[in-house]
Structure formats: structure tokens, C-alpha cells
């Protein structure tokens, strides 16, 4: 409850009302992100739903990089876009997957006539 | 004064593009029709590159366009097209209570841990917003943003940046050879 009351207090003191120039924006709307993409994955029957949920997932982990990246301090020898680099890898993967997912998907259509998880349940047809 | 109204204007915008984005991811994981749902994660997809520009990762944002919006949603509906004889067979049987529950409790648990870490940073929010954009200043200040991102993308992260490109070859003979049919 201690944490929850700090937050608050934060958007008292006109953190929030700062838009794009505050970190505390990016991080919540990552959260929201993940947390809707995470409901989706649970409560999801079909597969492309849940598919669906996953790349929200990944877009909330993309966010939370590029915005810490962009509001890490300056050292020394650093180059300060690791965060960005991340995030380009992250897009790729999240390519592969997909298509590898979505044949998946049609491997099971293909063998079952339907795509939703709760009917796919048997090892051999 | 000029100045002012610029922030302000960015500000605003920077709202409107959230709204979008939290609105459409919403409608992702809410419509019953699976083809709606992949039509709202496009529009979520946009709002994360508007993102992507405000966080001055404009190169990101681009990416974010061809890849996402360009190629992913469009392998989706693909999916969707092919997996569905009628349009009836796009709309997902009602959600069991259990299930929407459940989703609700894991996602709710996660989103409080996800503020209570956010609250625990360990450079407070208030320092880190005090510099921004430092980092970048001082590496791109002869060079923009994107040429910087590329030196780093293609000498730090060379061996990375070719290991991805061979995952993406096996990636897509895995994607074939499942979905082949057997012709013997």
C-alpha cells in the first residue's frame, strides 16, 4: 500500500501532467500493456487470440526499453542506445515468431477443422 | 510564449496517442470477433510508433510501421482467412466466467507488481526525467539519432544482428515445412 501511496504522490507533484517528457508515463502504459496482453493470453480461446495477446506483450517490453534508454543519464563512453538496439531485436524476433505460429495454427486446422485451444485436446485424431 | 504553446501542443498529443493506444489494445483483448481484434492491434501498433517518435526513436518507429502494422497483421488476417470457412467462423464462443476471472485476477496481480517495481526504481523518476536525453546529446550531437543507432546496430551488435538473420532463415523453413501438406 506504501508503493501505491508513493505513486500518488508523484502524480500530485505535476509528474504526470509533464506528457512525453516523463518516464513515469511510458513505464504505466508498458504495465497496462503487458497486464491487457497478459488477460488475453489466459482468457483467450482462439489461438490467434492468444497470438494476438502475445505481440501486445512484446510491444509493452519494446516500450519500457526505448524509454528507459531515452531517459538513462549520460557516462562516459557510452553510447546510450542499447535500449533501442534491444527493441529492434525484440521486433525481429517477434517476426519469427509470429510465423511460426500462425503455420502452427494452420497445421492445426488442418488436422482438426478448428483453431480453438479448448477443443484441441487430444495427442491423435 | 511560442515555447510554451509547442509543449503544451506536444503534451496534448502525447494524451491522445496513449488513449489510442490503451483504447485499442483494450479492444484487442475484449472483441469477440477475432478479425476486429486483429484490426484494433493494428491501430495499437500505430499508437506504440507514435510512442516510439515522442521516446526520439524515430528509426524504431518506422520498423515498428513495416513490421508490425505491414507484415505481422497482415500474416494474422492471413491465418484468420485460412482458418475460417464463414464469417460467423471468425467470432470467438462466449469466454466461460472462469476463464475471464482468472485472466482478470493474473493480470490485475501483474499490473500492481508492475507499479509497486515502478515506485522501487532505483534512480527516483523525478532525476531520471531531469535527464533525459542526455546520453544522446552527448553521442549525437555532430550526427542524427539514426546514424549513431547504426554504427552501434552494426559494430557492438554484429554478431547478434547476424545470428538474427539466420534465426529468421530458420524461422521461415520451419514456418513451410509445417505447414506443407505430405505429397507422397
Redesign the interface.
Known amino acids: 500500500m506504501d ?2 501511496a ?2 500518488l504522490v ?1 502524480a500530485d ?1 505535476g ?1 504526470l ?30 489461438a ?2 492468444i ?3 502475445v ?2 506483450i512484446l ?1 509493452a517490453s ?2 519500457n526499453f ?2 528507459f ?7 562516459a563512453g ?5 535500449g ?2 534491444f ?3 525484440i ?10 505460429a ?6 492445426v ?2 488436422t482438426h477443422r478448428t ?2 485451444m479448448d477443443r484441441v485436446d487430444e495427442l491423435r485424431m | 510564449m511560442v515555447r510554451a504553446m509547442h509543449s503544451m501542443l ?3 498529443l ?2 491522445i496517442v ?1 488513449l489510442m ?2 483504447t485499442a ?2 479492444f ?2 475484449v472483441a469477440r470477433n ?1 478479425l476486429h ?2 484490426f484494433a ?1 493494428a491501430v ?2 500505430l499508437g ?1 510508433a507514435g ?2 517518435i ?4 524515430d ?2 518507429a518506422a ?2 510501421l513495416i ?2 502494422v505491414g ?2 497483421i497482415v ?2 488476417m ?3 482467412m ?2 475460417a470457412h464463414t464469417q460467423e467462423g471468425t467470432v ?2 462466449r ?1 466461460t466466467w472462469l ?2 476471472g ?3 485476477l ?3 496481480v ?2 500492481a507488481a ?3 517495481l ?3 526504481l532505483q ?1 527516483p ?2 532525476e ?2 531531469a ?9 549525437a550531437s555532430a550526427a542524427p ?1 539514426e546514424i ?2 547504426g ?3 552494426l559494430g ?2 554484429l554478431l ?1 544482428f547476424e545470428v ?1 538473420s539466420i ?2 532463415l ?3 523453413v ?3 515445412a ?2 506443407r ?1 505430405e505429397t507422397r
Do not use: C
Open positions: 508503493a501505491f508513493h505513486g508523484l507533484q509528474l501532467s509533464s506528457g512525453p517528457n516523463n518516464l513515469f508515463n511510458y513505464l504505466i502504459l508498458g504495465g497496462v500493456l503487458f497486464a491487457l496482453g497478459i488477460f488475453a493470453m489466459v482468457s483467450r480461446k482462439n490467434v487470440g497470438l494476438l495477446g505481440e501486445l510491444n519494446g516500450i526505448v524509454a534508454a531515452r531517459f538513462n543519464g549520460h557516462q557510452y553510447h546510450g542506445f542499447d533501442q538496439v527493441t529492434l531485436f521486433i525481429v524476433l517477434a517476426a519469427a515468431e509470429a510465423a511460426v500462425l503455420a502452427l495454427v494452420l497445421a486446422f488442418q483453431i480453438e | 506536444a503534451t496534448l502525447f494524451w496513449v493506444t490503451v489494445a483494450t484487442v483483448v477475432i481484434a486483429a492491434l495499437a501498433f506504440v510512442i516510439y515522442f521516446l526520439h526513436a528509426f524504431l520498423v515498428q513490421v508490425y507484415g505481422i500474416l494474422v492471413f491465418a484468420i485460412f482458418s470467438e464462443p469466454r476463464a475471464l482468472g485472466g482478470a493474473v493480470a490485475g501483474v499490473l508492475t507499479i509497486m515502478i515506485n522501487r534512480v523518476l523525478a531520471a526525467n535527464h533525459a536525453d542526455a546520453a544522446y546529446r552527448t553521442t539519432g549513431a543507432l554504427h552501434v546496430l557492438e551488435y547478434p538474427a534465426l529468421i530458420a524461422a521461415l520451419g514456418a513451410v509445417i505447414v501438406k
